[in-house]
Antibody
């Protein structure tokens, strides 16, 4: 069974940093593209970042470019999202999701981790 | 950028058919996917590449995509179908795009 478990969320002050993790199991993690998607309270889904299977191709939404960094450790079956210079509008539940192929649909999602940016 | 427009809300009577639209420029040229999200839960895919149902999704769910509109159709709507629904596609310039979401209410 595919499982994605996010962790690392919490309360952080504006300008601060946080690193999220997405631990994967039940599938061959090193073969799959992965994404981060966020959802502000009461709002819709917003794509954040994508990383291909070996980490050689990465893409970001304009809203996080230059502040967030996605990476992965295939030996640990884990994807990361390093978030710097956090702002109030980064407050959201952050989901990791598995791409079915490459730029295809997201066939599995984690349960999400809440990031709250506030002073 | 590429934008996907969904109605904020759709209401359907119990047992009737609901249609949720996703409008985008020449969206018929793209593979469109649909997700269902219930309160407090992560999204799940209910339709992929326009009209393909994942295993476990009832046959009451169907999809179409042509011209400027993709549509998710839910036949014989049930109370358990109440949820937010999001369309999604990948565009070579805009990258991953989600629609704003539609709240489905079953009356």
């Amino acid at each position: 069974e595919v499982q994605l478990v996010e962790s690392g969320g919490g309360l952080v002050q504006p300008g601060g940093s946080l690193r999220l993790s997405c631990a994967a199991s039940g599938f061959t993690f090193r073969s799959d593209w992965m994404h981060w998607v966020r959802q502000a309270p009461g709002k819709g889904l917003v794509w954040v970042a994508r990383i291909n299977s070996d980490g050689s191709s990465i893409s970001y939404a304009d809203s996080v470019k230059g502040r967030f960094t996605v990476s992965r450790d295939n030996a640990k079956n884990t994807m990361y999202l390093q978030m710097n210079s956090l702002r109030a509008d980064d407050t959201a539940v952050y989901y990791c999701a598995r791409d079915n192929y490459s730029n295809d649909y997201f066939d599995s999602w984690g349960q999400g981790t809440l990031v709250a940016v506030s002073s | 950028s590429y934008e996907l427009t969904q109605p904020l809300s759709v209401s359907v009577a119990l047992g009737q058919t609901a249609k949720i639209t996703c409008v985008g420029n020449n969206i018929g040229r793209y593979n469109v996917h649909w997700y269902q999200q219930k309160p407090g839960q992560a999204p799940i895919v209910v339709m992929y590449r326009d009209n393909n149902r994942p295993s476990g999704i009832p046959e009451r769910f169907s999809g179409s995509n042509s011209g400027n509109t993709a549509t998710l159709t839910i036949s014989r709507a049930q109370a358990g179908d109440e949820a937010d629904y999001y369309c999604h596609l990948w565009d070579s310039r805009a990258d991953v795009v989600f629609g704003g979401g539609t709240k489905l209410t079953v009356l």
